[in-house]
Nanobody
Framework: QVQLVESGGGLVQAGGSLRLSCAASGSIFSIIAMGWYRRAPGKQRELVASITSEGSTNYADSVKGRFTISRDNAKNTVSLQMNSLKPEDTALYYC??????????????WGQGTQVAVSS
């Protein structure tokens, strides 16, 4: 099993910043990719940003230029620096990892989610 522990959500005013972090542990042989999704009230879950083990990144158009994803391969952590936050960024943010487990299976794991609320 793989466990994900997220931190860093909260309430912030529009224009402010937050940093989300996620640490993966457990039966990990290697991590292929890490990322963040979000689900806003009444909307479907969407990809916010992802990063591969080689450092290639992908961002939703709505966050490009404002959010930055990074990872520490040695610590199995991924972070999301969110700047210039807007009310429409309000959502439950989920960390996700695509891993090769110690049983040599490729699986996806999800965190419990951390709430981000941006007031206008």
């Amino acid at each position: 099993q793989v466990q994900l522990v997220e931190s860093g959500g909260g309430l912030v005013q529009a224009g402010g910043s937050l940093r989300l972090s996620c640490a993966a542990s457990g039966s990990i042989f290697s991590i292929i990719a890490m990322g963040w999704y979000r689900r806003a009230p009444g909307k479907q879950r969407e990809l916010v940003a992802s990063i591969t083990s080689e450092g290639s990144t992908n961002y939703a158009d709505s966050v490009k230029g404002r959010f930055t994803i990074s990872r520490d391969n040695a610590k199995n952590t991924v972070s999301l620096q969110m700047n210039s936050l807007k009310p429409e960024d309000t959502a439950l943010y989920y960390c996700t990892v695509n891993v090769v487990t110690t049983l040599h299976r490729i699986d996806d794991y999800w965190g419990q989610g951390t709430q981000v609320a941006v007031s206008s």
